[in-house]
């Protein structure tokens, strides 16, 4: 029987090399002009950075380094787990067709930080199902607070990991200190830095702006960010019901980290209503949840339906490529 366009690509393993070389392609395409300007508020230490790396053409490169770091890290996240029933790069394949569709995250931002620190904290995360290791507990909530330090609302995250840890048993009394400890931990060599350089005042004014209440604010959102969201949304959206649907395909391993990817995902979705400001963040952050949960869709799936809906999807790419383009 004559294999499928969906097969061929979920399941070769040149489909990864073969979406990169396209995605810097389409990266060397981007239009230059949009600036990616933070608030301080919003970004907490990320305007230490020098505009330069954030801007123009370094700006671009740095992005496009970062995002092939995290595609990478995808790789290594996806081998580690065994998410997948078959040998396949599409978790990373997805994750990178998703960032060169997304222009708006071409540039070096807040968001590929998140992104990359993310995938580390689930890494250790599902690293320790049925394992109330303080270790992995650590280092699951040191790379969130990692995060935090350019995105002080991160933190807002630390709850639902730890539900996350009880529905994985791997939170108990010694896991749940070690992710104090880990929380507090870049915190503490913050406060230390600010005191050794006398810009206490820094420290402050941290936390000040990461208490600021900002009201939501969608003024600043542009199509392209709509379009290439949706697209994102979508993909999730479609893995997560057909995950819901064969549930049963999986082991018990694997249906807890589709789960919790699944709920982390639907955070995020609700995070936009609440917080548009922080659009990119959390574009970022559904287009790695979007990554693992869409990704085992196309995987599993192979049928005359998901062949053309594949297609289909394919196409819509290109489309939204080409708009976002000459926008």
């Not at 998410?83 to 990373?92: D, I």
């Not at 200190?177 to 005191?195: D, K, R």
């Not at 999986?250 to 709920?263: A, E, G, N, S, W």
Request: glycine share 4%; charged share 10%; aromatic share 14%.
């Amino acid at each position: 029987m004559q294999s499928s366009l969906q097969s061929i690509i979920s399941k070769h393993q040149f489909s990864l090399p073969a979406v990169c070389l396209l995605s810097i392609a389409i990266w060397l395409l981007s239009p230059t002009k949009d600036v990616a300007m933070w608030e301080i508020p919003d970004y907490g230490l990320w305007y230490l950075l020098p505009a330069s790396i954030q801007t123009g053409m370094l700006g671009r490169i740095m992005g496009l380094v970062f995002t092939s770091v995290i595609v990478y890290a995808m790789v290594e996240f996806s081998n580690s787990l065994v998410l997948l029933r078959v040998s396949s790069r599409m978790l990373s394949t997805t994750l990178a067709i998703l960032m060169a569709i997304c222009l708006c995250l071409h540039k070096f931002q807040p968001a590929h930080i998140v992104m990359f620190a993310m995938l580390l904290s689930y890494l250790f995360l599902f690293s320790s199902y049925q394992k109330p290791s303080p270790a992995l507990s650590f280092t699951t909530h040191l790379f969130l607070s990692l995060a935090s330090l350019v995105c002080p609302k991160m933190l807002l995250l630390v709850v639902p990991v730890w539900i996350f840890q009880i529905q994985l048993s791997a939170l108990n009394f010694r896991s749940f200190i070690a992710s104090l400890i880990a929380i507090a931990t870049p915190y503490w060599f913050f406060f230390g830095f600010a005191v050794l350089t006398d810009r206490l005042d820094v420290f402050v004014e941290f936390f000040k702006d990461a208490c600021d209440i900002i009201m939501p604010n969608a003024d600043n959102i542009k199509e392209n960010q709509v379009l290439a969201c949706v697209f994102t949304a979508f993909t999730f959206i479609l893995g997560a019901i057909h995950f819901v649907f064969t549930r049963s395909q999986d082991k018990l391993r694997q249906r807890t980290i589709y789960d919790i990817v699944m709920m982390h995902g639907i955070i995020v979705l609700i995070a936009f209503v609440f917080m548009p400001h922080c659009f990119n963040l959390l574009l970022g952050m559904l287009i790695v949840d979007a990554s693992i949960i869409g990704g085992r869709f196309w995987v599993v799936t192979d049928n005359k339906f998901t062949n053309n809906l594949f297609v289909f999807q394919i196409i819509l790419a290109g489309i939204i490529i080409a708009l976002s383009i000459n926008m």
